[in-house]
Nanobody
């Protein structure tokens, strides 16, 4: 089991910036394959915002390209999402997601997906 704790959400005016942080931890040995951020706006489906793999590749939703930047700190198992030029349509609950392999009782479990509880981002004047 990998636990994810998000922080950094809040209320910001249009054009403003926020930084989201997500720290992954576990009581077991684990290896992260991919870390990402998703969001879910009211009455909409959850969608990918940005993700980064251990190999260093990143991908972004078209709607956030050029405004959001995802980065990862390997030493602390942290993924950050820098959000700039925020728009009202960015308002949503943002969820951290991790794809990881875990070692428990001498056995590896591969490619499990874990979710944080979410942090709310509201862009409004």
């Amino acid at each position: 089991q990998v636990h994810l704790v998000e922080s950094g959400g809040g209320l910001v005016q249009p054009g403003g910036s926020l930084r989201l942080s997500c720290v992954a931890s576990s009581g077991s040995i684990f290896s992260i394959n991919r870390m990402g951020w998703y969001r879910q706006a009211p009455e909409k489906q959850r969608e990918l915002v940005a993700a980064t793999t251990t190999g260093g590749s990143t991908n972004y939703a078209d709607s956030v390209k050029g405004r959001f930047t995802i980065s990862r700190d390997y030493s602390t198992n942290t993924v950050l999402l820098e959000m700039h030029s925020l728009r009202p349509e960015d308002t949503a609950i943002y969820y951290c997601n991790v794809d990881a392999d875990t070692l428990q009782s001498g056995q590896w479990t591969y490619g499990m997906s874990y979710w944080g509880k979410g942090t709310r981002v509201t862009v409004s004047s």
